[in-house]
């Protein structure tokens, strides 16, 4: 029974990895459905990681899930809010096209949540928060 708890632990923790990208900078790529139980460990693993790393940004990544419909939205926007609470400001990335157009059909109210269609630009948005500038440089 012990050893399957463990083997639990560590798939849940497998499924929701949360990505040190920087000093105050988090990432979690979020891959595959979302739930109220998977909704729980992805809010409890990204609160877990702004405590532990003392982070002030976190990116939340969606681009690797299926559906993004009015229940998901209202579970990230709850990650959102408690991150928030804790003193974190989180970007959502990966909204495909379908996504954004079903949600805003649906009036889902994204609109106190920083959102990038892409993740490349959501992490430039989160190092411009904590204070870097990206930048291109000369080829050379």
């Not at 595959?32 to 990204?46: P, W």
């Amino acid at each position: 029974r012990e050893v399957e708890l463990q083997q639990r632990r560590m798939i849940d923790e497998l499924s929701t990895p949360v990505i040190e990208l920087w000093d105050h900078l988090l990432m979690l790529p979020i891959i595959g459905s979302i739930d109220s139980e998977r909704a729980n460990q992805i809010t409890e693993s990204l609160l877990q990681a702004v405590l532990d790393r003392q982070a002030t940004v976190a990116v939340l990544d969606v681009t690797g899930v299926p559906i993004i419909d009015t229940d998901v939205a209202t579970h990230l926007l709850k990650t959102v809010r408690a991150a928030q609470m804790m003193g974190a400001e989180v970007i959502i990335t990966g909204f495909s096209a379908d996504a954004a157009r079903t949600l805003t059909q649906l009036g889902v109210d994204l609109s106190s949540v920083r959102t990038s269609g892409a993740l490349k630009q959501g992490v430039a948005q989160a190092l411009a928060t904590i204070g870097y500038r990206v930048s291109k440089t000369a080829e050379v």
